[in-house]
């Protein structure tokens, strides 16, 4: 079995793909955690980090090819804001969650602790450039909606929606389509 689960920071992507490989036994795989990490790794804080890789499109390429490098693997859920594009025809359900800009930068404001302000500033910072440097990568419009759901199985609003009741809802769609462990 292998998920992907996409959508822009604060839709609860992580949260949810983390809940469903605990549910169903997969492995859990996020590139936006690899991401973070990288930044720590070179003692930059995410914004300083998120301006130096437009400059450097060998560290999104890297990150990109591990997303399907763990897919083959099998049995796991990828969270990635690009994997339903990097994993169709891999990916046996894309899953794309959806959010409102400000609940998404309440929800981001709330678990790193941090003033709505600054976390507003940095998360329309990192999907400019996401945004942008996606684009001219990979041709790929995140912004796209009509492409968005041409490319994903599944879109789900999690505004208004608990994380059990977003759980619940993916699990069941999985359930329905009967997919297995491999």
Not at 44 to 55: N, R
């Amino acid at each position: 079995m292998i998920l992907s689960i996409s959508g822009l920071h604060g839709t609860g992507k992580s949260t949810i793909a983390k809940l469903i490989a605990e549910a169903l036994g997969i492995k859990y795989y996020s590139t936006g955690q690899a991401f973070r990490d990288l930044a720590i790794e070179m003692d930059m804080t995410l914004e300083e980090f998120t301006k130096y890789v437009e400059d450097h499109p060998e560290i999104d390429n890297a990150l990109d090819d591990k997303v399907v490098e763990v897919a083959k693997e099998g049995n796991v859920i990828i969270d990635s804001q690009l994997s339903g594009h990097l994993l169709k025809g891999i990916a046996d359900l894309r899953i794309h969650l959806t959010c409102p800009l400000e609940t998404r930068v309440k929800r981001i404001a709330s678990r790193d602790e941090r003033p709505f302000e600054e976390s507003m500033k940095e998360t329309i910072l990192r999907e400019t450039s996401e945004l942008e440097r996606f684009k001219l990568l990979y041709n790929i419009d995140l912004s796209n909606f009509t492409n968005i759901k041409e490319i994903h199985d599944i879109i789900l609003g999690t505004e208004g929606l608990t994380i059990e009741q977003v759980l619940q809802n993916l699990l069941q769609i999985i359930k329905d389509k009967n997919l297995k462990k491999s």
